[in-house]
């Protein structure tokens, strides 16, 4: 299996562009979010979904929307990029709610995101 | 007020030392408690999990919830130069209604040899 997919790895935006962030599983899982890391900083909740069609805003949703029309695909889409949006990226999945599960959030590699 | 509340660190302590790492939180209604681990460069790992108040031990890894007090924290025993990393905790409240996850800013943990 090849877990949680992200692409792309690193890529360099101009100030104004526009940009998605791809997120794949394959775990079957309905929980799907997504994250950033400023340098040093712990994880900030962007956009969480629980379902395909169900998306919700986290703490820092501003300047981003998400959409779920499959299970396996959360893409993350960055309009009028600004440089306070250079961050790294993680997308993350659970198979569903934290009762009865282990807590483990799978996360993929990251996407690193320049705003210049 | 954040939500969630870690000292960033960094901390650095000797090989063999037991390390404390704390968070605190302002939401009442967390019931679920996740400590992560994250090296350089790579997406973080689950460490321990813990639903309510009390404690979980593995290996050298303690964790231990204060629901009364909105603290949790986590011990590691015997340090080790491999436990060099930033430790993040993360909580929620965990209904299929509300499964936000929330992490902490991080503490950055340096184990010297």
């Known amino acids: 299996n090849a877990g949680v997919t992200q692409t792309p790895k690193f890529r360099i935006l101009k100030i104004g562009q526009s940009m998605t962030l791809q997120c794949t599983q394959d775990m079957n899982h309905n929980y799907m979010y997504w994250y950033r890391q400023d340098p040093g900083m712990g994880l900030k909740l962007i956009y969480y979904?629980?379902?395909?069609?169900?998306?919700d805003k986290g703490e820092v949703p501003n300047g981003y929307n998400v959409s779920r029309s499959t299970t396996e695909d959360f893409p993350l889409r960055l309009e009028l990029a600004a440089p306070s949006q250079t961050s790294v990226y993680f997308c993350a999945s659970i198979r569903s709610g934290l009762a009865g599960n282990t807590g483990e959030l799978f996360f993929g590699e990251g996407s690193r995101l320049t705003v210049l | 007020q954040k939500e969630v509340e870690q000292d960033p660190g960094p901390l650095s302590v000797p090989e063999g030392a037991i390390v404390s790492l704390n968070c605190t939180y302002s939401n009442s209604a967390f019931q679920y408690f996740m400590w992560y681990r994250q090296y350089s460069r790579k997406g973080p790992e689950l460490l321990m999990y813990t639903y309510s108040s009390g404690n979980k031990e593995d290996g050298r890894f303690t964790a231990q919830v204060d629901k009364s007090s909105k603290y949790i924290s986590l011990f590691i025993r015997d340090s080790q130069p491999s436990d060099s990393a930033t430790y993040l905790c993360a909580m929620s409240r965990g209904y299929s209604s509300a499964s936000k996850i929330i992490f902490g800013s991080g503490t950055r943990l340096s184990i010297r040899p």
């Open positions: 979904s629980v379902g395909a069609g169900i998306t």
